[in-house]
């Protein structure tokens, strides 16, 4: 019963980001939003609309494991997981820009994570400074965007990626976006009970359900996104996206969540996985900087990282390795 209702959790996530996505498009273009207004402020903010939704229903029901755990481990497998997979069906182009602006913004989130798990939780008062953070860095996108071309700008090609074909009307639109946030609720609400109560079915603690299980529905949109830019070799795009979906899930979702309801720092996720977080970004920057691409080479090398950071949970957790006795 646990798993139906984590499974219908996670489904209900990953369609309706895709249905809020479409229809707060079609409401970008109906009003005429510039490409590059729409690619920062409608597309990359809908992105980690999952996010937002399971920090905050989590926060509030005091499930912090699975609330931050869910934020953390998402950010883990985008940036080892979903990085590396990308490289591995096509090269993904890195450029400077994207690595030292967006890269270094990620740093510097991670950073601030630590920061957190030292005092034990993240105020109202810490989630306005990260939303003042926030409001800077989506200036200094724009102003460094402004009236570059679309393989400069991810924001911008992103958006004129979205803008393919034809577009729902108005009408329809709005129906779309209400449906789908809607959707991202009640996904967000089942997610979390689901993950509550497979706890007590599995016996796994509410911190390895959040870095594992809930992370990974979380992650699902932008590792289909990734999969499509990378066949398409858009790969600046794919890139862009998931360095920034970290910043916006590190400083808009928590800040904007720890404005609304305090969130207090489990210490099983303090003493480890933030720091592999952190780790996870300054392994990943050096990598992108090589030539301005991630090769095959190196996203295998993200990849089995990853994977030992999934043996260490299991390890963790308690649970017999493949190779164990």
């Known amino acids: 019963m646990a798993h139906g ?19 707060a498009v079609g409401l970008a273009r109906q009003v005429n939003m510039q490409p590059l207004i729409a690619g920062i402020f409608v597309i990359s903010v809908v992105t980690v609309l999952p996010e937002f939704f399971v920090v905050f229903r989590a926060a509030t029901m005091a499930r912090y494991d699975i609330a931050l755990g869910g934020l953390i481990g998402s950010n883990i497998i985008n940036m080892l997981f979903v990085m590396g997979l990308g490289a591995l069906i096509h090269p993904m182009a890195s450029p400077p820009k994207v690595v ?26 810490a989630g306005a400074i990260l939303l003042l953070a926030f409001a ?22 992103r958006a004129l990626y979205r803008f393919e074909g034809e577009m729902p009307s108005a009408t329809a639109s709005f129906f779309l976006s209400v449906l789908g946030l809607i959707m991202l609720a009640l996904g967000a609400h089942l997610t979390v009970l689901g993950a509550i109560h497979c706890t007590a079915e599995l016996g796994w603690s509410e911190t390895a359900i959040g870095l594992a299980v809930v992370a990974a529905g979380l992650s699902a949109p932008k590792l289909l996104v990734t999969l499509i830019a990378a066949a398409r070799r858009q790969t600046s795009i794919a890139v862009g996206q998931l360095l920034g979906a970290g910043v916006f899930g590190l400083f808009a979702v928590l800040g904007l969540a720890a404005v609304i309801h305090p ?53 963790r957790q308690g649970l017999p390795l493949p190779w164990g006795h």
């Open 5 to 23: 209702i984590l499974i219908a959790g996670l489904l209900l996530i990953l369609i309706g980001s895709e249905v809020t996505m479409r229809g």
């Open 100 to 125: 030292f602006r967006d890269g270094g913004m990620l740093l510097i989130g991670c950073a601030a994570m630590i920061a957190f798990a030292v005092v034990g939780g993240i105020s109202r008062q």
């Open 263 to 315: 969130i207090a720092f489990p210490a099983a996720l303090a003493g480890a996985d933030v720091y592999v977080l952190a780790g996870a970004a300054l392994a990943l920057l050096p990598l992108l900087a090589m030539r301005w691409r991630l090769s095959r080479p190196r996203g295998i090398l993200l990849m089995i990282a990853y994977g030992c950071y999934v043996a260490f949970l299991l390890w």
């Open 136 to 157: 800077a860095y989506v200036g200094l996108v724009i102003f460094t965007d402004w009236r570059r071309a679309p393989e400069h700008s991810v924001p911008l090609a």
